[in-house]
């Protein structure tokens, strides 16, 4: 089965930290670019960043430029995303998603549901709070 894996998710204070990694299960990863979204109870999924299958190129939401960072690892088939100084408001489940056509830049989160994408994950859940 094709799909991607997120995990790292979990219950962190306020200032805190957390690195989420999606896996993918089935394909690699090194030919795609990759971007992460998230989304909250009751709003819209929220892009949040991505990076270029080559990892030259990445992009940051201006909600979490400067605290999260993107990357990547083709020989262990992952992506990370760095989250550091959480805020109550970057609760959400978070997700990972990998395109065969959409190229990392601000467009790449135009698509307006995960299915869009030819894979992604079922996310895992991030909760800041103190």
């Known amino acids: 089965q094709l799909r991607l894996v997120e995990s790292g998710g979990g219950l962190v204070q306020p200032g805190g930290s957390l690195r989420l990694s999606c896996a993918a299960s089935?394909?690699?990863?090194?030919?795609?670019?990759i971007g992460w979204f998230r989304q909250a109870p009751g709003k819209d999924h929220e892009g949040v960043s991505c990076?270029?299958?080559?990892?030259?190129?990445?992009n940051y939401k201006d909600s979490v430029k400067g605290r999260f960072t993107i990357s990547r690892d083709d020989a262990a088939n992952t992506v990370y995303l760095q989250m550091n100084s959480l805020r109550p408001e970057d609760t959400a489940v978070y997700y990972c998603?990998?395109?065969?056509?959409?190229?990392?830049?601000?467009?790449?989160?135009?698509?307006?549901?995960?299915?869009?994408?030819?894979?992604w994950g079922q996310g895992t859940q991030v909760t800041v709070s103190s």
């Open positions: 990076i270029s299958s080559s990892g030259g190129t990445t």
């Open positions: 089935g394909f690699t990863l090194d030919s795609l670019d």
């Open positions: 998603t990998a395109d065969r056509v959409m190229a990392c830049s601000e467009s790449y989160y135009a698509q307006k549901a995960r299915y869009e994408y030819d894979y």
